[in-house]
């Protein structure tokens, strides 16, 4: 039976007009969004800072094996708690659960900043340290993943994930550099001030957000039960929401798919890929640089756009299409031919990537939106990154080839899924 949030053109029975949003009024014009997108890119960039502190402060404190134990700590809470995050940003409500964690995440890289600064960093701080953070990212990102359609209309949320496309990339490009020129500086502890500092800031910023009331109903706009449920039930109730939705039911497996798809060849493997031809780190920063430029672009382009009326046809063919370009990027001979593909692949795997978020947020029951980032995000963050060691283990045996096939046969999947399923490939963005 239809929903009446499984159509972007629904008004959703019991909501209220989003708390600053100016009816008309483009997104990247809006100065409620454009304060939401201050405070994401503070913290986004907070977040590189905090990553290379970490990793150079792991790797002066201890062996390469200590260090990279240091690295992965931090995603097994994330993994672990991620779906528990989502349950509480829909009890609590995402501005409540993003400021608390914000503030937290803020609280405990300055204390860490503050012990570095007087001792010689210890493994277990560090691992203490890479530990709470991970617990703390994983109340933080179901939460921000769910505040867009509570700062402006459904009609805009394409344009907001191209602005947080924009974010993400800026991050990568400034965050690094930043985190190298402060530890050359003043050493991991300056680092971690710094990254300290851009939480608070995320914080502050935070605060002048205007956000939408919690529609009629249960909290945070679910309808109320009967009786009081446990976050299991909760938990539960969630899923249960994502299977029985024509749309987010076959989109949480495109997702999955592309992710694992992706993340394998395009973050270790292409290290591993550029070595393995003997490139050079010249050719890595051209690969990274295209990969970068294409999503940049594609974010810029959502941004303008803002509409896609067919996105669930293109977010598929660009799935496909990405996957192809994954395969070409494996088998590439030369330098300029792998860097147009890179860039290709930034370009499709940005896009497809931004319309995923862009649906689940417009498809999603408000009242469940939290659980359903958590989701989606769990796959992401939380999954995809395990299989760094397989990837690792397969080009030792056999190179770098089977990788980037079977990274490219699991994009296409996730995409022919996309194409095959005819309520998510009818699927609209911003009205028709």
């Known amino acids: 039976m ?46 590189s800072v905090y ?14 094996t200590q260090a990279g134990i240091v690295l992965a700590a931090g995603a097994v809470p994330r993994a672990v708690l991620m779906l528990g995050g989502g349950v509480l940003a829909d009890r609590l409500g995402p501005r409540r659960l993003v400021l608390g964690s914000d503030a937290a995440r803020c609280l405990v890289i300055l204390a860490a900043a503050a012990f ?25 990102l179901p939460a921000v993943g769910a505040l867009p359609p509570r700062i402006t209309g459904r009609d805009q949320l394409a344009r907001v994930q191209g602005m947080r496309g924009l974010s993400v990339r800026f991050a990568n490009v400034a965050g690094a550099p930043l985190g190298g020129m402060l530890v050359a500086l003043g050493g991991s502890g300056t680092a971690f001030a710094a990254a300290g500092v851009l939480f608070g800031a995320s914080y502050v910023t935070l605060l002048a957000v205007r956000i939408a009331p919690a529609p009629a109903g249960g909290p945070n ?15 539960a109730d969630g899923l249960r929401h994502i299977r029985g939705n024509r749309v987010l039911c076959p989109l949480v497996l495109v997702v999955a798919l592309s992710e694992l798809g992706f993340s394998g ?37 959502l ?14 063919l660009g799935i496909v299409a990405g996957a192809i370009a994954v395969a070409v990027l494996g088998a590439a001979p030369t330098v300029p031919t792998a860097v147009l593909a890179a860039l290709a692949v930034g370009l499709l795997a940005g896009l497809g990537g931004a319309l ?44 770098t080839a089977p990788v980037y096939l079977a990274g490219a046969a699991l994009c296409a999947a996730g995409g022919l899924i996309a194409l095959g399923v005819p309520a998510l490939r009818r699927a609209t963005l911003g009205g028709g």
């Open 116 to 140: 570095l600064l007087l001792a010689t960093p210890a493994l277990w701080l560090l691992l203490t340290l890479a530990l709470v953070f991970g617990a703390v990212d994983a109340l933080f």
């Open 51 to 64: 990553f290379l502190a970490l990793s150079w402060a792991a790797t002066r404190g201890g062996s390469t």
């Open 356 to 399: 995923c978020g862009a649906l689940a947020q417009t498809y999603a029951d408000p009242g469940h939106l939290g659980r359903v980032t958590s989701v989606t995000t769990f796959f992401t963050l939380g999954i995809a990154p395990l299989n760094y060691p397989v990837t690792g283990a397969v080009v030792a045996a056999w190179g």
């Open 265 to 301: 060849p395009l973050n270790l493997g292409l290290t591993l890929l550029v070595r393995e031809r003997g490139w050079g780190a010249e050719a890595m920063g051209w690969l990274v640089s295209a990969f970068g430029l294409g999503a940049g672009a594609v974010s810029l382009l």
């Open 303 to 316: 941004v303008w756009r803002g509409r896609i009326p067919r996105a669930g046809l293109v977010m598929g």
């Open 221 to 235: 706009g679910a309808r109320r039960p009967a009786e009081p449920a446990g976050p299991l039930r909760d938990l």
């Open 2 to 47: 239809s929903r009446p949030w499984q159509d972007a053109r629904t008004v959703i029975p019991g909501a209220r007009p989003v708390a600053g949003a100016a009816p008309g009024r483009p997104a990247h014009r809006d100065p409620n969004v454009l304060r939401w997108l201050g405070a994401y890119t503070a913290s986004t960039v907070g977040d």
